[in-house]
């Protein structure tokens, strides 16, 4: 359907009167008070009296107020009053003029009752540079550049002897209103606030609320309490890796398990349920995958970095050892570790020596197995004294670098390796590839369970 021009023009012209209605309204609005009332008398026939019946409603008194407009909105009032500070390391400052003021090193500029100043540090006073200036906003133009705007849109440059001082001067706290850090900075503080009242973990262990797990994420002493010999867990788990179609697996200890299958045995052992093993036994990657977890967390390392330290001073490569050299490594060993840890630590190089034994067919020789154990067994635990940890490059390097030494060292020196509890013992199933197989002139395909047995 086509509309006619001149229908067209009618409805332009109509738009137009009310546009001028509407603007004459706000031009109303802007220079006049409006009484505002949606209440009219009520109607009335013209020349005529009305009934006595009929009650005339009367007009209501009207509440007179002046229409808020964004040209009323009076900055001064809504912008935060501004604390007065003073501008360090600035070397020199940029007026909205374009003039440019230089200070000398002694010299800074305070802003103080709304007026900007360059002064001597010394003193209270100086030189007025501009009246007037109601901050509005700051923000970091560059490196060593800051500008500053106040409400009239005029702007200051200040330019700082380096990047230092002038992130210093942002991020004073006097100037988050206006570099919109305010909410950020109050946030903060109150996560502080917050996390700064939580009880200590010990708080927590002595109130009993907080709890070590029963196997995983617990210490060895405290299993040593209750078991009396390096745990279960730990021997069970050794116990089916060594058998012949897992110890020679390519890559075992280094190759990852599945983390979910791993979790799920973890929880299985802190019930006590320690037969869930035997489900992968089939499966070396999430058996060792289970015990790497465990050392991993315990809450006390198997070997402290202080024990490393004072090793490395002796141990290191393939090297021939003395007899006062090995004494003094026993020594170390014996006096720095607990029980607990010295036990477990032989039943542990023992397992691995091994797994060295099949390094033709699992590809795992004392360097590999030292990668993958020795930051595993030697880190910083519970309580030390963080400003002694090394970074965890050098730490992992130290721990990798004395596992390899320690293996190398029980290997040349297996009358080094004393169990001192009749329980600690592996059931190992050996085969014809085993270097000191006591079954070796068993038949084929016969195999026997060799009990390593511990003696004091």
């Not at 912008?79 to 070397?91: K, L, P, Y």
Request: aromatic fraction near 8%; charged fraction near 30%; glycine fraction near 4%.
């Amino acid at each position: 359907m086509m509309v006619s021009n001149s229908a067209r023009d009618t409805n332009q012209l109509k738009y137009l009167a009310e546009l001028e209605e509407v603007l004459k309204t706000l031009e109303l609005s802007r220079n006049e008070e409006v009484y505002t009332s949606y209440l009219t008398p009520f109607p009335v026939p013209e020349n005529s009296e009305p009934d006595s019946d009929v009650e005339v409603r009367q007009q209501r008194s009207i509440r007179k107020y002046r229409v808020s407009k964004t040209t009323d909105f009076d900055l001064r009032g809504k912008v935060a009053t501004c604390e007065d500070f003073d501008i360090r390391g600035c070397s020199k400052m940029q007026l909205p003029n374009k003039s440019c003021v230089k200070l000398k090193k002694y010299e800074i500029i305070r802003y103080q009752n709304e007026n900007i100043y360059k002064c001597d540090e010394s003193n209270l006073t100086g030189e007025i540079l501009y009246h007037n200036v109601i901050l509005k906003s700051a923000r970091l133009f560059s490196k060593r550049e800051i500008e500053l705007r106040d409400v009239n849109n005029k702007i200051f440059v200040l330019y700082f002897d380096s990047s230092k001082d002038a992130r210093s001067f942002i991020e004073n706290d006097k100037l988050s209103q206006y570099t919109g850090s305010d909410n950020k900075s109050t946030i903060t503080k109150a996560l502080l606030r917050l996390l700064g009242k939580r009880a200590s973990r010990e708080m927590l262990e002595k109130k009993g609320i907080y709890q070590n797990e029963p196997i995983f994420g617990n210490t060895l002493s405290n299993l040593f309490s209750v078991e009396y010999y390096v745990p279960r867990f730990i021997l069970k788990t050794m116990s089916l890796i060594e058998k012949p179609e897992n110890i020679c697996s390519v890559g075992i200890y280094r190759t990852s398990g599945n983390l979910a299958t791993i979790q799920k045995i973890r929880f299985e052992v802190d019930k006590g349920r320690l037969d869930v093993l035997d489900n992968y036994a089939r499966d070396p990657d999430v058996l060792t995958g289970c015990l790497k977890l465990f050392f991993r967390e315990l809450r006390e390392p198997l070997i402290p970095c202080r024990t490393c330290e004072s090793l490395l001073k002796i141990m290191g490569g393939d090297k021939q050892y003395s007899k006062k050299e090995k004494d003094e490594i026993r020594s170390i060993i014996k006096t720095q570790l607990q029980k607990s840890n010295l036990e477990t630590l032989q039943c542990l190089i023992r397992h691995l020596l091994e797994v060295v034994k099949y390094k033709d067919q699992n590809k795992m020789d004392t360097y590999n197995l030292a990668v993958c154990w020795g930051p595993t067994i030697i880190f910083a635990g519970e309580g030390t004294d963080l400003s002694t940890v090394k970074d965890i490059v050098t730490q992992s390097a130290e721990a990798t670098k004395l596992f390899e030494a320690l293996l190398i060292f029980y290997m040349n020196n297996p009358e080094e390796l004393e169990f001192s509890t009749l329980k600690n013992s592996i059931q190992r199933y050996d085969s014809k590839d085993s270097i000191q197989s006591s079954d070796s002139n068993d038949s084929r395909g016969q195999r026997k369970i060799r009990i390593f047995h511990t003696h004091n």
